[in-house]
């Protein structure tokens, strides 16, 4: 699971030259049963609710975006674009940053322009905030219904007939975001690595 392209934080903020977008991950334990029932076979508890978007351009991504690091710093960026995606002023921390990576270069005639940067990062909430953010993401947010048109919850259970995460994962995700996911998974021991390698397999059929 190791990207190619990671840089450390200090490598990536020394590239004045490149272009660096910030993204969250959002997260929070809950006790919330699936159909209110007991857990069916293979669905964790508690359940983990890490949160995403439908973006503009019909694919699934972070919550965060572009930073122009000559005005701001990349938390102070991602804390702004927090804001005008989701409504809710947030306090990103230098802690909370993951890692920094060099996003695939997407065509050849981009081969001129500038070198994105994307920076990650995760933070843990409580299930009243992560519910708070939902409210706030479809009536205060600026970017609502345009930049953004929805905020969704990944599912992490496996249902029998292999619904749940593998479907989600057979969705369209920009730039690095689904490695991003996968990689935070398995980093904070949300899922199993081997659910995991089982739901990627179904996802790919
Ligand atoms: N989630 C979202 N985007 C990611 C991710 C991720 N996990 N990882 C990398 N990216 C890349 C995407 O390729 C994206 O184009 O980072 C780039 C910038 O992130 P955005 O969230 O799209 O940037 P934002 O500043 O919120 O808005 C982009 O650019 O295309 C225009 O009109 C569009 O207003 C929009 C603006
Ligand atoms: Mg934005
Ligand atoms: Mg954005």
């Known amino acids: ?10 490598e990536a903020l020394a590239c004045s030259g490149c272009r660096h977008a910030c993204h969250v991950m ?3 334990d809950t006790n919330t049963l699936l159909f209110g029932s007991i857990p069916i076979r293979h669905i964790v508890l508690p359940l983990l609710l890490p949160q995403m978007q439908m973006r503009f351009d019909g694919l699934l991504g972070f919550p965060g975006g572009f930073v122009n690091l000559s005005e701001e710093s990349l938390e102070a960026g991602l804390g702004r674009e927090l804001l005008e995606e989701l409504g809710v002023a947030f306090q990103i921390l230098e802690e909370d ?22 920076h990650f990062y995760t933070k843990k909430m409580e299930e009243g905030q992560i519910r708070a953010v939902e409210t706030a993401a479809v009536t205060t947010a600026t970017d609502h219904g345009q930049e953004v048109l929805g905020m969704v919850r990944v599912p992490l259970h496996s249902t ?35 659910e995991l390698r089982e739901a990627l397999a179904r996802s790919l059929k």
């Open 1 to 10: 699971y190791m990207a190619s392209g990671q840089l450390s934080r200090a």
């Open 97 to 118: 940053h993951v890692d920094s990576c060099f996003a695939p270069a997407s065509s050849p005639a981009s081969s001129t322009s500038p070198r994105l940067i994307t």
């Open 26 to 28: 959002l997260y929070c």
């Open 160 to 194: 029998k007939g292999g619904g749940g995460l593998a479907s989600f994962l057979s969705h369209s995700f920009v730039g690095n975001a689904r490695f991003q996911l996968l990689h935070t998974l398995l980093r904070l021991h949300l899922v199993a690595p081997e």
